[in-house]
């Protein structure tokens, strides 16, 4: 699904030419992977069990170099980049809450 979306991104865009195209489906799991000359790139490797990882790339209009990996498993989507925001700290005053209740529980 990845691919084919990368694909119309692309297509929808400009004309590019694709350097690798490799979609190999096998009783064990599965292997995808997209190579495109304007350095666009996505791969995907999955097993049976419905675990995936992968990696998808493009160089964006400012010329910055985006690169996601993530993981989908039983824990769900799991996306990894320098470029993903990240949630802020937890204030000092909330984490002195979280210690004291658990040093204190509750008798009920």
Same mark, same amino acid.
């Given at each position: ?36 000359d ?21 160089? $964006? ?10 993981k ?33 529980? $509750?008798?009920?």
């Open positions: 699904m990845l691919v084919c979306s990368l694909v119309a991104l692309v297509a929808a865009n400009a004309v590019v030419e694709v350097k690798e195209l490799v979609n190999d489906v096998n009783p064990d799991g599965f292997q995808s992977r997209l190579v495109l304007d350095g666009t790139a996505a791969s995907a490797n999955g097993d049976v069990h419905g675990n995936i990882d992968g990696v998808f790339e493009w160089i $964006s209009p400012e010329g910055v170099h985006v690169r996601v990996s993530y989908a498993d039983e824990n769900g989507y799991q996306p990894q980049s320098d470029l993903l925001p990240t949630p802020p700290p937890i204030p000092a005053a909330i984490l002195k809450a979280i210690a004291y209740i658990e040093a204190n529980p $509750s008798k009920n």
